[in-house]
């Protein structure tokens, strides 16, 4: 079954506390894989896309690497207003199959 | 640029009720998709488009239709509302290529009582 599973469900750090996020899939025919930002109340936010293992993205203090298993959020340094939900989707031929996502709290 | 607009953002309806969650965009994107977004579980896809008069079903598309007579204009119609499509609907367009990035509207915020 076509899987993706992000880890963990939430997250709390303090200002300048640097970590990873975690985005694993089982997708058969995956296309690629798409990272997006999520405010309350607000539509997902296209981040990055990362299309082969090895591959890596970055924009201001997030970095966003692939791997043939999994994918990995690194946000180096937050601030609060990195605070938000962070959701992982995998690319099934232009369909894509999202996680569950990663809600990260940044507290001053 | 308005991008991806959604109207309206909340409704409330009643069990048995039909109504239209509109979706229109202004980036003449030919790929549009509706998700549905529910606590604790990822977008999921109910329908989508791949061009004018081209509709295709998704992962959930029981008790919805969708029919695309323009490039812009993506409408989801639920037939008679049931408590369980309470939830969040997101539109989403993109370009040609499935490679593409999806852009998402602020969605709408439906009860079903």
């Known amino acids: 079954e076509d899987q993706v599973t992000q880890s963990p469900e939430a997250l709390r750090l303090q200002e300048g506390e640097s970590s990873s996020l975690n985005c694993s899939y089982t997708v058969s025919g995956l296309r690629g894989l798409f990272w997006y930002r999520q405010d309350p109340g607000k539509g997902p936010e296209f981040l990055f896309t990362?299309?082969?293992a090895g591959e890596e993205k970055e924009k201001e203090r997030l970095k966003a690497t692939l791997t043939k298993k999994e994918s990995f959020l690194h946000i180096t340094a937050p601030k609060p207003e990195d605070s938000a939900t962070y959701l992982c989707?995998?690319?099934?031929?232009?369909?894509?199959?999202f996680g569950q996502g990663t809600e990260l709290s940044v507290k001053p | 640029n308005a991008g991806v607009t959604q109207t309206p953002k909340f409704q409330v309806l009643k069990t048995g009720q039909s109504m239209t969650l509109q979706c229109a965009q202004d980036m003449n994107h030919e790929y549009m998709s509706w998700y549905r977004q529910d606590p604790g579980m990822g977008l999921r896809l109910i329908h989508y488009?791949?061009?004018?008069?081209?509709?295709d079903q998704g992962e959930v598309p029981n008790g919805y239709n969708v029919s695309r007579s323009t490039t812009e204009d993506f409408p989801l119609r639920l037939l008679s509302a049931a408590p369980s499509q309470t939830s969040v609907y997101f539109c989403?367009?993109?370009?040609?290529?499935?490679?593409?990035?999806?852009?998402f509207g602020d969605g709408t915020r439906l009860s079903i009582l």
């Open positions: 488009s791949v061009g004018a008069g081209i509709t």
């Open positions: 990362l299309y082969s």
């Open positions: 989707a995998a690319n099934q031929g232009g369909k894509l199959i």
């Open positions: 989403a367009s993109r370009r040609t290529g499935s490679n593409q990035p999806q852009h």
